[in-house]
């Protein structure tokens, strides 16, 4: 252990005070109240427009908001909860690093797409967004979990959420690309990213942690409080910020049938991918979610219900053979050690959904989307795009999205290699005792105390 | 295990995969988006009426769909995660027949109340109402946990969706009654639904598997997740579909009082009927719940929030002793074998609740409800019906929703008597280990390890 | 045991039925329906006022009522299930105090601030009311917790709604303070009553039950279950009751920054304070929290965001300090032994609030809140009170709460201390065992089983 200084006990306060200080010097500088919230400038609003109280779009989009805030903190937490002896760092970790993403990701959204005079204008948009962005590095917390430190993590946040914060700003901004539920923007990024940082810490050692990577019984059922979640509360994620009216509407309900029919999918692949036709929880606490990614750029779209669900069952089928096939090929040929299996559960299903999306605006038209057509693709709407040109940019967005998560992967995990950050040996990864205080177990102290009387037989109390 | 094949390799993925593909082939043939989620017809719709965004459904509904969602896969999915080794399935088959009824249950419930010029128009409405079809087949689920393999329980979901819309097509569009919380069409329904299959399928030696028919302490953790998140959204889930303003409004808080008061009532009458005075966690889990159950009928009438404690309290009481009474019966003397007790949670409470209904029906007066009457009772609004009239429609109502259930339940039992469709044997029912690739216990391996060190030999089984 | 009748055969039933027949008789005499909730009210307002369903307060409320909900039930109840082997009682009896309470306020709030011609009305504003003292007395239920039975804490329920009831009163309506969000009314007063009872209530023999008195693995996760959904509700508690439109916005970002630096803050010093750098769980579960408590007053005032952060850095890092230096110190010198560290979480981090409520309203200006003033501090818009007549409002309300926790807790806790209220004897607190049905542990059943077929002497390590 000597090269490894995993004490956290100056590291991570140092680390920790640090970036807060400069994130509230900063919101102190440059980020301001916007419309919607700010007290005099609604009241002149309502007064000005003689509008209601009712179209501040609180009212719009904070239940979204809530349910995008469940996703990032008990979803994606609990997910990782699998592992036996990870659960502290997993959700604990998972509330850090997003805690701390979500003021960077404010920022540096800000910077690139929320300027007005010289200030950020924050409200409920904007946290949808950041918490967006948060989501997008706990994909890549997914990658490497268990065999990092929280330095680590909050460092590679630090750079993620501003490469996060470049790319959407070139798919959206400059390229002007749809990708409101983030197929692209979120999870595709967000997997390719961790994938390649995963690749550059590869640990051939990493065996030697080999029993504590794996679930028990009820640390799998942590893990589904997780997926379930997730699975829930998709329809609202994916449309959190799209336009109001029919385009919330419509993508909520597209997401609800793609997420339907890709559980369908992966209940039917881990069974018939097990010798003994039995269901492997990993499929079902990952798999089943693929269709919800699968629809993050083409749920907004007029997709129709029966094709969110050709989708979804595709995104099921490929996410579950992935974790049967393609993980032990990622591992032992490329070298890329996944923990959570993000390749299959928002890599290739964040692809599809890119290419979905590509396809689906190719065939817009105006028969379809009539006056609607402005929201989903004002462009196409006002002429300046056909939709085949739309198509075209959303497939550049997808290349430009793998380049970016490739090249910032690779420099960020270079940077992660630095020893002073306090990464885990290899023989006590996937463990929370080496960052936490972990408590005894009750039930096995109990046999301790009976075990070391000697030949115990009286039987347990409850 | 020879006239058990229990092995899911190829039945559960040929099930999961016809029913997916008939369910996209059927809505790609019959299902439309509606007037509030197509792109076109919506801004045709703000541009004809002068309405704003705000007016679409979505935004009265789907906050109270989410909590619905939430319900049906967390509420009930954790709810039977009691039982000490069933967990996965409890979530993991609640998550599939759910994911795969909600489809059907657009279909048939599309069918036979959402045709618009031979095509089924979807949005947030039909999605809770597909959700709340999806409820009742968990209820059902309920009788007959732990017992059924999941081939069983996806051909058991045809039917009874199917069945569900028909019989509550008769209820709601034919005779005309209400029933917005489902008291009748969804508890009621789905409790002897799932009583009378468990009937048929009365298994004699059960008792071989009565050591895993309980919980342990952290199983019975699990299901607090499931109950309290029940209890909490239980007035979303009566106000989903309610008319929007004072209905929904109003219903939420009568749910609210009915569940307070029956909680207290839970509480105190489970103290009563145990010999040293102690809380039995099976109670609190289900009878707490009835409230809800009870006044998912009268919910949304001026019951006023006295008569809902009223009604909460009873349906608490009721529930609870019949835990403590009427269960051992039902098993004894009627053969009929309910694992989750939703005899208690949702049969005796759902007739209640029919019945409170029928009497607050029969005394609703134009002095207390206005011009609101026309939301609640359209029909005594317009003189159509009396209401003693509806009174005794809310009482038939019960009548032939107890029949359906009952010839419904014993047609559906015999057919999943079908031994290819994998039911367990009775040694290894409530046992994860036959359908799930279960991980071992890491203290049961670690303890193993140290075991087998001493002069202990036999293995644990996993 | 002879002094501890701990039964609670007929104590419970007696207590929990007389109290539910009081709540139904005064409801059925005092209580009715509002404006937007009553049938015939809403339906004249919708014709007179022309307005339209959407007004109707439910859409406006609904959403972060079922959010404070979430908090109420699962957040306390699993917060408090940290203990190893006290998580039935913890959400069990989190559960029934709560049922009660919610009631109980209606009653006592109604009485006091929404009678209208000897009818109290209600409706959704009044639900988060109730529920917000409800959380009061959860709060004073984490300082007794595992020292006290059942018929205990609804006795203290009794006494504590009243009481806050008559504090909220006087200082809102007397006093005419602000405090939305409750830093002072429901976090100050909660945790100082529930103080002073513990401190009244002291067991010097406390330490015979110490082996009970900390976590184990998997109950450090279900209370993360509750942190978590408490973290992140609690944007939609601070909000939940101000003013529509920019004041509920405002507030609920507001305390999303301040929760999201406390977060840092939080993990920053918990590693700083331990020997060797590890992360405590204590400090995880409930510090964290402190952000939002901090901000509960000036919450929804003009107090930027980088002034939520400050504060939320500020609040974490009190109370984790807290839980390190300060806990050790009441229980030892002043007899205070506050199970939950509520005093951490609660009580400091309360007062902070309030003085920082008290300082931003000292600073009100028009030019800030511009016509918002209005809805913030009307009094100041009126010109009744200038901004700092207004501040010092806030400050006598702090001393006034303190008071009325103080005097409250030392004469409620008195009246705990009558010994046929059933608390449970030294030697058996935070054990669930005493007033639940306990299951054997499987696991601890079959190695027991095997372990006594042996002499297996090799420790366990856990």
Redesign the interface.
């Known amino acids: 252990m000597a090269v490894h200084e995993t004490?956290?006990?100056?590291?991570?306060?140092?680390?920790?005070?640090i970036?807060?200080v400069i994130?509230?010097?900063l919101?102190?500088v440059l980020?301001?109240?916007d419309d919607?919230?700010?007290?005099?400038?609604?009241?002149?609003e309502?007064?000005a427009n003689r509008t209601?109280?009712?179209?501040?779009?609180?009212?719009?989009r904070?239940?979204s908001f809530?349910?995008v805030?469940?996703m990032i903190?008990?979803g994606f937490?609990?997910l990782m909860?699998f592992l036996?002896?990870y659960?502290?760092s997993s959700?604990?970790f998972n509330?850090?690093i997003a805690?701390?993403s979500?003021?960077w990701a404010t920022l540096m959204q800000g910077f690139l797409h929320g300027m007005h005079h010289g200030k950020i204008h924050?409200?409920?948009e904007s946290?949808i967004n950041a918490d967006f962005c948060t989501g997008s590095v706990l994909i890549s917390f997914g990658a490497v979990l268990g065999k990092t430190s929280?330095v680590q993590l909050l460092i590679m946040a630090v750079f993620e959420v501003t490469l996060f914060a470049i790319n959407e700003f070139i798919i959206l901004s400059v390229l002007e690309a749809k990708d409101a539920g983030g197929s692209m923007t979120i999870h595709t990024f967000g997997a390719y990213f961790g994938l390649v940082v995963a690749r550059v810490l590869y640990r051939p050692q990493l065996h030697k942690s080999k029993h504590k990577n794996?679930?028990?019984?009820?640390s799998?059922?942590?893990a589904?409080?997780g997926t379930?979640?997730l699975?829930?509360?998709w329809?609202?994620f994916n449309s959190a910020v799209t336009e109001?009216?029919?385009?919330?509407?419509?993508t909520?309900?597209n997401t609800?049938?793609s997420?339907?029919?890709c559980?369908?999918?992966t209940?039917?692949?881990s069974?018939?991918v097990?010798?003994?036709?039995?269901?492997?929880?990993v499929h079902?606490q990952n798999a089943?979610l693929a269709g919800g990614v699968a629809v993050g750029t083409a749920g907004e779209m007029?997709l129709?219900?029966?094709g969110s669900?050709?989708v979804g069952?595709l995104a099921g089928t490929i996410s579950t053979l992935g974790f049967k096939f393609l993980t032990p090929i990622l591992e032992e040929k490329l070298r890329i050690q996944d923990t959570c299996g993000v390749h299959n559960l928002h890599g290739m299903p964040g692809i599809l959904g890119a290419i979905v999306g590509a396809i689906t605006a190719s065939v817009a038209s105006t028969?379809?989307?009539?006056?609607?057509?402005k929201?989903?693709f004002p462009n196409i709407a006002e002429g300046t795009f056909t939709p085949s040109g739309q198509g075209v940019r959303q497939a550049i967005s997808l290349a430009v999205t793998l380049g970016f998560a490739g090249v910032g992967g690779v420099i960020v995990g270079f940077i992660l290699k630095l020893p002073c950050l306090g990464s885990p040996p290899d023989t006590i990864c996937f463990e929370d005792n080496i960052?936490?205080?972990?408590?005894?177990?009750?039930?096995?102290?109990?046999?301790?105390a009976?075990?070391?009387q000697?030949?115990?037989?009286s039987?347990?109390?409850?």
């Not at 794996?214 to 009820?218: A, F, K, L, R, T």
């Not at 028969?367 to 057509?373: A, C, E, F, I, T």
């Not at 000697?454 to 037989?457: E, S, T």
């Open positions: 004490s956290m006990r100056l590291k991570l306060p140092i680390v920790c005070i970036l807060e994130l509230i010097i919101f102190a980020v301001t109240y919607d919230t700010d007290a005099r400038k609604w009241h002149k309502l007064k209601t109280n009712y179209e501040n779009d609180f009212y719009y904070y239940p809530q349910d805030h469940v903190f008990i937490g609990f909860t036996q002896r659960g502290f959700v604990g509330f850090l805690a701390f979500l003021q924050i409200g409920v946290m929280p794996g679930s028990v019984y009820h799998d059922l942590f589904m409080i379930i979640f699975w829930m509360f329809p609202s109001h009216g029919d385009d919330q509407h419509r909520a309900m609800y049938y997420l339907a029919s559980t369908l999918a209940f039917g692949i069974a018939l097990n010798n003994e036709g039995k269901l492997d929880m079902i089943a007029m129709t219900p029966f669900m050709i069952f028969n379809v989307y009539g006056d609607g057509m929201d989903v960052y936490w205080e972990v408590p005894g177990d009750e039930e096995s102290h109990q046999e301790l009976q075990v070391q000697g030949d115990v037989v039987p347990l109390n409850g």
